[in-house]
């Protein structure tokens, strides 16, 4: 039991020792070094993801920044513009392009009600304007002004009648 005693109080004499001043400044570089290195890792992986991200068409602003900011899934482009799809921040590409028309019939439909045509035809000031602009004479503009379109957008001439 002795010669275990023995050993005991030579650990002891050795953990005690001061570490020599060359080594502590080689600790404290290496753990500085190692700190800066989990920082650039960590960097390198933010600027993968936003990689992935800028490829898989995920934009910057508005929704894109919170969905960028949010997710935490695989950071594959699949993975990414698929869970963006669910999220409805990106339009599936099976969409139906249908859709899109009926949208547009029903906006042109609307327009039409609003001013009192059909929607799909220019509006009277319009059609006057570009009357004007194709008038090479100034009586051709004399007779656009004292014409019917010009009479609908209340235009008159001093040479008219009133």
Same mark, same amino acid.
């Given at each position: 039991?002795?010669? $275990?005693? #023995?050993?005991?109080?030579?650990?002891?004499? =050795?953990?005690?020792? %001061?570490? !020599?001043?060359?080594?502590?400044?080689?600790?404290?570089?290496?753990?500085? /070094?190692?700190?800066?290195?989990?920082g650039?890792?960590?960097?390198? +992986?933010?600027?993968? @993801?936003? =990689?992935? $991200? &800028?490829? *898989?068409?995920? %934009?910057? &602003?508005?929704?894109?920044?919170? $969905?960028?900011?949010a997710?935490?899934? +695989?950071?594959?482009? +699949?993975?990414? @513009? *698929?869970? *963006?799809q669910?999220?409805?921040?990106?339009?599936?590409?099976?969409?139906? =392009?249908? &859709?899109?028309?009926?949208?547009?019939? /029903?906006?042109?439909?609307?327009?039409? *009600?609003?001013?009192g045509?059909?929607? /799909?035809?220019? !509006? %009277?000031?319009?059609?006057?304007?570009?009357?004007?602009? &194709?008038?090479?004479? %100034?009586?051709? =503009?004399?007779?656009?002004? #004292?014409g019917?379109?010009?009479?609908?957008?209340?235009?008159?001439?001093?040479?008219?009648? $009133?």
């Amino acid at each position: 039991m002795t010669d $275990f005693d #023995e050993y005991e109080d030579e650990q002891e004499v =050795v953990e005690r020792q %001061p570490l !020599d001043p060359n080594i502590r400044k080689q600790l404290r570089e290496a753990e500085k /070094a190692r700190k800066e290195l989990d920082g650039l890792k960590a960097e390198l +992986e933010t600027q993968k @993801r936003e =990689v992935q $991200f &800028s490829k *898989a068409g995920i %934009p910057d &602003s508005g929704v894109g920044s919170l $969905f960028r900011k949010a997710y935490d899934g +695989e950071t594959s482009q +699949e993975a990414i @513009r *698929a869970a *963006a799809q669910e999220y409805g921040i990106l339009k599936s590409e099976t969409e139906d =392009v249908s &859709s899109n028309d009926s949208e547009l019939d /029903a906006l042109r439909r609307a327009q039409g *009600a609003t001013i009192g045509n059909s929607g /799909a035809m220019p !509006d %009277p000031q319009q059609m006057y304007l570009e009357a004007l602009a &194709s008038a090479s004479t %100034p009586e051709e =503009v004399m007779r656009i002004v #004292e014409g019917d379109s010009g009479k609908k957008l209340g235009m008159y001439s001093s040479r008219g009648s $009133f």
